[in-house]
């Protein structure tokens, strides 16, 4: 022990960092330390304080992604089908529509086929009704008239209800004429003219008495109705189609409801 003492010192004394000059190297340096520690701290307590002003909603929020970046892995087989249907409707319903603007490939044609929508619009067929009503002389004839007009008046409710709960836009940006205005009819889905002339040509076919060239004329009015609401940019097909659907689920309304002939001479007594 006695030898390996002097030998230690002797070491100590032959190394270079021990000398006076480098004697700083070997210490660390307390001001960095101190102000490391000191950034710790603060950095600390900054973020313990922020944890705890935070809400535990606020908290939440940052732990979970927001749902529209995730990704959606596994969609399913059914809204891949509702996609693919909308799509491909968009699709035609802009194709086959010829007469959206004067621009068009079909623009010249636009006059007629606005004509033609005329005819399935619900003023007309209603200030029509009121006309034959007040003309009218028979018991029979009134009680289908005041059938008819609660049927389009129906058809006016229901068809406009129904396009402020879809709001559907069309295929164009069409602006709707006054008289679309006047009847509610806006939107896209379901198309009214294709619900009114579904409706009447069913109502005509049931309750007047028509030869069969008259009949296959009406049944084809209805058809050409509807579909120049796709040729002038206003309708889908889809809500064309829809229209027919809805137009036939409404005169079977009517005839649930049908006013007996009693009944409708008292609302004209009223009137």
Not at 12 to 20: C, E, G, I, T
Not at 163 to 168: I, M, V
Not at 172 to 199: C, E, I, K
Request: aromatic share 8%.
């Amino acid at each position: 022990m006695p030898a390996s003492q002097p030998r230690s010192r002797a070491r100590d004394r032959n190394n270079v960092l021990n000398r006076a000059e480098f004697l700083s190297l070997n210490q660390p340096l307390k001001g960095n330390q101190e102000s490391r520690s000191s950034g710790r701290k603060q950095s600390g307590q900054a973020g313990a304080a922020g944890a705890q002003n935070s809400s535990p909603k606020e908290r939440r929020q940052s732990q979970q992604l927001p749902e529209e970046d995730c990704m959606q892995l596994n969609p399913s087989f059914k809204g891949i089908a509702f996609n693919s249907l909308l799509a491909i409707d968009i699709c035609m319903s802009k194709r086959l529509g010829v007469c959206a603007s004067r621009a068009s490939s079909w623009g010249g044609a636009r006059s007629m086929i606005n004509l033609l929508g005329i005819t399935g619009h619900g003023i007309p067929w209603i200030a029509g009704t009121l006309i034959c009503l007040v003309k009218s002389s028979t018991l029979a004839g009134q009680e289908v008239l005041m059938n008819l007009l609660l049927a389009l008046l129906l058809d006016i409710m229901i068809v406009a209800g129904l396009q402020k709960l879809a709001k559907r836009k069309g295929p164009y940006d069409v602006t709707p004429g006054l008289l679309d205005y006047l009847t509610m009819d806006t939107y896209a889905f379901p198309a009214g003219h294709a619900s009114r002339a579904a409706m009447l040509s069913k109502f005509f076919l049931n309750h007047l008495v028509l030869a069969i060239p008259l009949r296959i004329l009406l049944v084809l009015w209805a058809l050409c109705v509807g579909f120049s609401r796709v040729m002038i940019g206003r309708h889908h097909i889809t809500d064309v189609l829809s229209g027919f659907v809805f137009g036939y689920l409404q005169f079977r309304l009517v005839e649930l409801i049908w006013m007996s002939s009693n009944t409708c001479q008292m609302l004209i007594s009223i009137w």
